[in-house]
Each structure stands twice: as C-alpha cells, then as structure tokens.
C-alpha cells in the first residue's frame, strides 16, 4: 500500500507529514485553518499589504510605523518562510488566502 496521497497536482508522503516532515505547514484542518503558520498576526498583515503591492513607504504609513519597522517585518517574514523574491511572497499569500486574485 502506498504511502503517498496525490494532492492536487502534488503529491504527499503521509508517514513524513505526521512525523512533522517536510510539507507540514501546507496542510488545513477540517476547520480550514492552516495547521502551522510561522507568522505573526503583524507579519501577516504585513505580508498582506506587499501581496497586494503596496512598498514599504506606504506600508509604514498606512501601518503608522517607522519605514525601518516595516522593512524588519518583510526580512523577519522572508526568513521564517525562506521567500525573498516579492513574486514568492505573493503566491504564498495567495495560497493561505490572504489576497483575492
């Protein structure tokens, strides 16, 4: 018997998702709630605002932060989720639902 369930186009090893493997952080309880979001609330408001494209200027401002405060924020979020183009950022956001397309 495999092992491995095809998931939408991929495909995940069971034994490695339940010993808290590789692909953990992409799976949603029943609730639809991601089962291990690294991020902050902050850091997804965040990450919100540069999914939907705004700079880090207007982040800050809109945020009522320093532009420094911003930038740590999008440094923080790239390292816990080990994304530093913008475009990787937005497809993330786009999967855990925090952007319309």
Do not use: F
């Not at 200027?57 to 923080?76: D, P, Q």
Request: with cysteine; aromatic share 2%.
């Amino acid at each position: 018997m495999s092992r491995k369930r095809d998931c939408g186009g991929g495909r995940i090893d069971l034994r490695r998702l339940r010993e808290g493997g590789a692909g953990n952080r992409d799976v949603r309880g029943a609730a639809g709630i991601w089962a291990s979001d690294p991020l902050t609330p902050r850091e997804r408001q965040i990450l919100q605002l540069v999914a939907e494209g705004k700079t880090t200027k207007e982040i800050a401002g809109r945020l009522g932060i320093r532009v420094k405060t911003a930038e740590s924020h999008r440094t923080r979020i790239g390292k816990k989720l080990d994304i530093h183009l913008t475009a990787g950022l937005v497809r993330y956001a786009i999967r855990r639902g925090l952007i319309q397309t």
